[in-house]
């Protein structure tokens, strides 16, 4: 017996609920319970004459409600694109203070609307499920306020809420790290657990972060080299919440930055 995994059944159950599907399904439905209630009432004669003209205005009644219910809503889904060069940009930035080019390394995911009408106002937060732990001693990078859920960045800018079309798509910026130039993290910041855990060298991009520019971002967003586990959450002002969890791999090389899909 084959097994579906949980990548598989996500992954189809994206599809099956993307609007034009949606859209197909309920058409068909409609369609094909006219056509039964047609055959039982005058072929069968099973059903009254007036039973059925009721049951037609019922369908006829329900149907945009339904229409406006299930179909014409944003569908939205968490993708972790497999291209480097959209799942991990480096960007680079000109200081004019102190007359130096900078490259910055994004670790993004991708958000798609399936649905046949916007995602109004989506905000993406990020939540730390499991940290780096050394000798039964549980990291304390990032602080505990992400035991829940912190705002992250999207990549148009410093917005933390967008629209996103039908059919479109929007990239959320969960980790950023100022590198050298040979593309390694170009801070190792201090903070209180250094000794037992390492320096921090990768920041989370909540807006208060991206802002610093080249500045050291603050210790309380910042993580140290090892695993951690994350969920992503993205909700919208007319859209369901989608929330999907990952494993995050810190490295003071950025080739060897990584998030895979739980």
Not at 158 to 169: R, T
Request: positive net charge; contains cysteine.
């Amino acid at each position: 017996m084959k097994i579906i995994s949980s990548k598989s059944l996500i992954s189809l159950c994206t599809f099956l609920s993307g609007g034009k599907v949606r859209f197909a399904i309920l058409s068909i439905i409609i369609v094909k319970l006219s056509i039964v209630l047609a055959i039982l009432t005058y072929r069968c004669k099973i059903i009254d004459t007036t039973v059925f003209s009721s049951a037609l205005v019922v369908i006829a009644t329900l149907t945009p409600f339904l229409y406006r219910l299930l179909v014409f809503v944003p569908v939205l889904d968490v993708r972790l694109r497999k291209e480097p060069d959209i799942t991990k940009p480096i960007i680079g930035v000109f200081i004019k203070e102190d007359n130096i080019w900078v490259e910055f390394g994004y670790l993004r995911l991708e958000v798609v609307n399936y649905g046949l009408i916007a995602a109004k106002n989506c905000v993406t937060k990020v939540c730390v499920l499991e940290r780096p732990h050394k000798d039964n001693k549980e990291c304390e990078a990032p602080s505990r306020e992400y035991n829940t859920f912190v705002s992250l960045t999207w990549s148009n800018g410093l917005k933390e809420a967008c629209n996103i079309p039908p059919g479109a798509n929007a990239f959320i910026n969960v980790i950023i790290m100022p590198l050298t130039e040979d593309k390694k993290a170009r801070f190792e910041s201090e903070w209180h657990g250094q000794k037992e855990f390492g320096p921090l060298i990768a920041w989370f991009a909540r807006p208060e972060v991206v802002k610093y520019g080249y500045r050291i971002p603050p210790s309380q967003d910042g993580l140290v080299e090892g695993p951690y586990s994350v969920k992503i959450a993205v909700f919208g002002g007319n859209s369901k919440p989608i929330i999907r969890m990952f494993n995050l791999w810190i490295s003071p090389e950025w080739r060897d930055v990584n998030l895979c899909k739980i």
